[in-house]
């Protein structure tokens, strides 16, 4: 049996729809109704082409890699059928758990969008197995990565995604640490536990230009240095460069974008930016000549110096109020799955790092 990606890629995007159909998880009530008895009601005339658009596409990606993890792990009858049917499955348990949330409304409309989207994602990994396409991808695979690059791979695809939700530096995953500060301090408020945590009493100062210039060449980095890991060879690696910058900055361009507009695609591209993002690509064409080993271990110090830069900053009030856009208008569906990729993206790849350093260690010994 084949070892595919697309069996951790859909277990991610199966979470992340959960996350998604169900925030903010506030204010649980019963109804006295059935769970299922949205699909009795009509179809509400309350709906837009954004709406019809995002569930569609919301589970497509989920039968495209059920549908592409069957088919690699040899199951070649019934992948589309099985695929459709469990993303269904999800649609409908979720479109019923949504009854007892005050802020989301279970529709059959969304449910038959969804499940529409699913079989639309499953018939495009059927019909690039039957053109070939997969068996084109695993000897590309088998050219360009090590065989144990699975979980890697995942992040990196997941990279682009995470860099949706505004974050405060462009390229500044991680910042978790005033957030995470406010939301212990409010669930120990008034207890004695308040007075154990090591909390600030001073504020946060914001990053200088040097500081941000700096997190901008680690956050492009990142990604580099997990890709230089598993690639075979550099003239693959200096190509995988390319690549990654290309992809962080149109996933960048586009969160701006959705955030203020497209004619504002490009306003987070200032000077600290454009410098950190040069020293990034000279940085990384140089560290393409290292070993795999060697790239590990300056991933994780890439990681822990960038991580400990960016949570010594507040987020500015102009990023406050970008925040606003995604929180409080139409991009609430996406607000929680863009907002834990963004926040827990480089700690996954720091904890996976870890984990291929000790198995790199153990195959020394």
Known sequence: MHKSSAWPLAGVYAVLMVYASLYPFDQWRDQDLVP??????????????????????????????LTLGALRSGVQRGTV???VMAAAGLSFLLESVQSYLPARVPSLLDFSLNTAG???????????????????WSRFRARWFVPDARLSLVALFLWPTALLFPAAVPFGLGQVLERLEDAVGAWLKDTPFLEWLPLRHVELQPLVPGAELLCVMLGLLTPCLLGFSIIRHQHQRLLAVVVVVGMGVAASALSAALSFGPRHAWVWLQLPTWLGMAMGIVVACIMSMLSARACLACLLCVLVLNLAILNQAPASEYFAQTLQTW???RFIRFHGVAQWLGWLWPYAVLGLALARAGRSDEGRA
């Open 81 to 83: 059928a099985y695929s």
């Open 36 to 65: 299922w008895s949205f699909v009795t009601h009509p179809w509400t005339p309350y709906w837009s082409g954004f709406d019809v658009v995002s569930n569609w596409l919301g589970y497509a990606p989920l039968g495209f890699w």
């Open 327 to 329: 929180e409080q208008g």
């Open 118 to 136: 699913a079989l639309c994602g499953a018939s495009a990994a059927h019909a690039l197995e039957q053109l070939g396409w997969l068996d084109r």
